[in-house]
């Protein structure tokens, strides 16, 4: 079965300080996406991986995001320096991209994040 | 760019039936979907839709008008864990994309 384990599920850091979240899916996927959820905006895909190649990052909010997938098992999201209006969860997703499971993206626990 | 809008708070009683609409204005429509999300926890999938009509699922159902720009998710036999987030999202016709553009949800609270 796919699945989708994020670390850490918690984190309170201090403005300016870096601020990287994991994402390692398990397995059965070709697709995979960091999304961002907040009160005001609702839930906001910042970026997408198609067989670990950055396809479309225009909804990562500024340079100080950055994202990587250096396997199919792997991707970060990280965040330099970050600054209170990040505080927000994130999620992680995939997509089977096939079969039964082509429409339906699984979406890990998600990372919260306090900037303070 | 893509526009979708749901209510944002509904209130239920258990047992009852309860419908959550959502409308859409996109540019190349290639499926509507609908989410849950319990407080406190990760998105998780209900139902999709891709073509005109009702796609039933147990105590749940989904329709679509493409035409009208137009969903609703239909809840049936209300129990109190159906108090969530119900989350509309479309994804669109974009070269390889999957990628999925979600409205801002819909809060039910079921109450007894």
């Known amino acids: 079965d796919a699945g989708v384990i994020q670390s850490p599920r918690h984190e309170v850091t201090e403005m300016g300080q870096e601020v990287t979240l994991r994402c390692k899916p398990i397995s059965g996927h070709n697709s995979l996406f960091w999304y961002r959820q907040t009160m005001m905006r609702g839930l906001e895909l910042l970026i997408y991986?198609?067989?670990?190649?950055?396809?479309?990052d225009s909804g990562m909010p500024e340079d100080r995001f950055s994202a990587k997938m250096p396997n199919a098992s792997f991707s970060t999201l990280k965040i330099q320096p970050s600054e209170p209006r990040d505080s927000a969860v994130y999620f992680c997703a995939i997509n089977q991209g096939r079969g039964p499971g082509a429409n339906v993206l699984t979406f890990g626990a998600g990372s919260r994040l306090t900037v303070l | 760019g893509q526009n979708i809008d749901q209510p944002t708070e509904m209130t239920a009683t258990e047992g009852a039936i309860v419908q959550i609409n959502c409308t859409y204005q996109t540019s190349g429509f290639n499926g509507l979907f609908w989410y849950q999300q319990h407080a406190g926890e990760a998105p998780t999938f209900l139902s999709y839709n891709v073509l005109d009509g009702l796609e039933e699922k147990g105590r749940f159902s989904s329709f679509l008008s493409r035409s009208k720009g137009y969903s609703y998710l239909l809840l049936k036999e209300l129990q109190m864990k159906d108090s969530a987030s119900y989350l509309c999202?479309?994804?669109?016709?974009?070269?390889?994309?999957?990628?999925?553009?979600f409205g801002s949800g819909t809060q039910l609270t079921v109450l007894p």
């Open positions: 991986f198609n067989n670990n190649v950055p396809i479309d």
């Open positions: 999202a479309v994804r669109l016709l974009s070269g390889s994309a999957r990628q999925l553009t």
